[in-house]
């Protein structure tokens, strides 16, 4: 159980356009997702946390314009990367919490690259 | 702690041995921890976690330990296999942190055959 899917699990993209990714709770609803962004030999910085129906929050320095969270429903949550830059060139993973606990089930990630 | 963009720190172990990786977290109020192993182009995969009203926990090879005096956490991996090469990343959550995981910068625990 508290499987957690992404899609795509890597994408390629030309500099100034537009990327979404999808997270997906298989077999739980998701009452909160959580987007991370991770560099090569670094550690996963947070970037915003999505609730179910309402606006997402962002970390101090992500830029909410540029990363665009949806969370419609209780199974998928979606990060769209507007007008990309080489500099947004990262793995994204998404996270999801099922409520009323501190766990959290973590997707495969999105290998991002702009070119 | 959270992590500022530090490289990670490397564990070289041999096959059989046992492994030690240790994690300083940031806030005494934490009250939940985590540990999770990440390969290569994958997500954190849970290994263990902990609760602040206990300082010990063991599982499947698998032993974690939490000196909340020190705000320190450790991972025993007992008889290390060329399998638990990865990275290893602590995580500590709480009613302070709104239910956010903060990420420690992560060990990469290389064993040799």
């Known amino acids: 159980g508290a499987v957690v899917s992404q899609h795509p699990s890597w994408v390629i993209c030309k500099s100034g356009t537009s990327v979404k990714i999808e997270c997906r709770s298989l077999d739980f609803q998701a009452t909160t997702m959580f987007w991370y962004r991770q560099f090569p030999k670094q550690s996963l910085m947070l970037m915003a946390t999505?609730?179910?129906?309402?606006?997402?929050?962002?970390e101090q320095g992500v830029e909410k314009d540029k990363f665009l969270i949806n969370h419609a429903s209780l199974t998928l949550s979606t990060l769209t990367v507007t007008s990309a830059h080489p500099e947004d060139s990262s793995f994204y993973i998404c996270?999801?919490?099922?409520?009323?606990?501190?766990?959290?089930?973590f997707g495969p990630g999105t290998r991002l690259t702009v070119t | 702690g959270e992590s500022v963009g530090l490289h990670l720190p490397t564990l070289s172990v041999q096959e059989g041995d046992n492994s030690i990786i240790n994690c300083a977290y940031s806030n005494s109020a934490s009250d939940y921890f985590i540990w999770y192993k990440q390969e290569s182009g994958k997500g954190p995969q849970f290994i263990i976690d902990?609760?602040?009203?206990?300082d010990k926990r063991q599982g499947q090879r698998v032993t974690v330990l939490l000196n909340k005096t020190v705000k320190h956490l450790s991972l025993q991996i007992a008889a290390t296999q060329p399998g638990d090469s990865a990275v290893y990343f602590c995580?500590?959550?709480?009613?302070?942190?709104?239910?956010?995981?903060?990420f420690g910068q992560g060990t990469e625990l290389s064993v040799k055959p």
């Open positions: 996270s999801a919490g099922a409520g009323g606990s501190y766990e959290q089930y």
């Open positions: 995580a500590e959550n709480g009613s302070i942190q709104g239910g956010k995981l903060i």
């Open positions: 902990i609760r602040s009203n206990m």
């Open positions: 999505s609730n179910e129906g309402s606006k997402a929050t962002y």
